[in-house]
């Protein structure tokens, strides 16, 4: 029996797995809820699973020790392979390296999937409408554009819905617009508005959001009203939309991806160490809401793994970038923890490519073209 088997047979999924992958949704899904944490901007094990030096003292002291701990995570060092946010995840969400072509004409580091993602095995595997498979976003633009991939067999029919501040800014700006009752001057700064929101992000209008999700924006639109003063801020805009959807959507699967670490490029190293302090508190707010909630409790698997790490330099200005292709930026970490999971430690090193087979195999179906195979030993 290899690995592969042996992992799903271990959980009772071998059979159904046997069978070539469909072509088509084939049924309701009754697996457990996925929520994939990315512990992202790009974090060291330094200042994240050290034992004694961590800021994150919730991830490594109480939910490291629920489930499998990962600590030797790594990003292979293969030729072209960037250590860095989009690239990060698109490894996470195709379990392959490399897997994505640079989608931009004007801007910058725009890259989109060539392969499928997990959001669209899982749609085309089962029967689930795409506001329940959600990425939840900072505003980075070139965040947009992981939510279906490129290639031929799978896309835009299967999905997952985005929320995000640009997202919520492209549904109010067109509410707004369609309202009336504006004076010229606040319809054309309106439409300025918008149009500078549609180009920084040409796919985010198309298609239009599900109704369930136009209806989550209209009730957040009534809390946090029109002026974008009153919703939290980075990483903690991220929780408040994390554990709405999660109240509000039920999604079976949803990424959230975590950035604030990274605004250490352009400043002061403690706003890197309080930055995952708040992402500690998310992790915080997410688990919590699961295990109080009955749609989530023993129902729901939590997987937190950062994008890439960072450097260890202490002769730069700044000590810890990420584009020097160091070690230390290839050295990540993973905490799964849920039913059906194991306890324990994984003392041996595993590849990044992982991820993602690991979380089909928990979900029941199979990630056919990624690299990677699921991690063994990370299932009762
Ligand atoms: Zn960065």
Request: aromatic share 10%.
């Amino acid at each position: 029996m290899d690995r592969r088997s042996f992992t799903l047979g271990s959980l009772g999924l071998a059979a159904s797995l046997a069978a070539p992958v469909p072509a088509r949704a084939q049924g309701a899904y009754r697996g457990p809820n996925v929520v994939l944490v990315r512990f992202g901007g790009g974090v060291r094990r330094a200042e994240t699973i050290d034992e004694a030096a961590t800021w994150a003292p919730y991830l490594r002291h109480s939910l490291a020790p629920r489930g499998t701990f990962v600590p030797d995570l790594r990003i292979d060092k293969l030729e072209g392979v960037n250590t860095s946010h989009a690239e990060g995840t698109l490894n996470l969400l195709t379990g392959r390296y490399l897997a994505y072509r640079d989608a931009s004409e004007f801007l910058q580091d725009r890259l989109e999937p060539t392969e499928p993602t997990l959001f669209e095995y899982l749609r085309r595997s089962f029967d689930i409408p795409s506001h329940q498979v959600l990425l939840i976003n900072g505003e980075r633009p070139q965040e947009e554009f992981f939510t279906f991939g490129a290639g031929d067999h799978f896309g835009i029919d299967v999905r997952s819905e985005m929320l995000s501040l640009h997202r919520y800014k492209l549904y109010r700006t067109r509410m707004q617009l369609a309202e009336g009752g504006l004076t010229d001057e606040a319809r054309v700064a309106l439409e300025e508005e918008r149009t500078r929101l549609l180009t920084t992000d040409p796919r985010g209008a198309t298609p239009d959001p599900s109704p369930q999700v136009e209806a989550f924006w209209a009730r957040w639109r009534q809390g946090f009203g029109d002026d974008g003063l009153r919703n939290p801020r980075g990483d903690r805009l991220l929780t408040e939309l994390a554990t709405r959807a999660m109240t509000e959507l039920q999604p079976r699967l949803m990424m959230v991806n975590y950035q604030d670490p990274d605004y250490v490029h352009w400043g002061n190293p403690s706003h890197y160490t309080r930055a995952i302090a708040v992402i500690d508190e998310g992790l915080q707010r997410l688990v919590s809401l699961a295990d109080a909630d009955p749609f989530y409790r023993d129902n729901t698997i939590f997987v937190i793994t950062p994008d890439c790490g960072r450097d260890a330099n202490p002769l730069a200005e700044v000590p810890f970038q990420h584009h020097f292709n160091s070690r230390s930026a290839h050295e990540v970490w993973a905490v799964i923890f849920g039913p059906g999971i194991g306890k324990g430690v994984v003392d041996t090193p595993i590849d990044q490519s992982a991820v993602a087979p690991t979380i089909a195999a928990a979900m029941g179906f199979a990630a056919t073209r990624a690299e990677g195979t699921a991690i063994e030993g990370a299932f009762l």
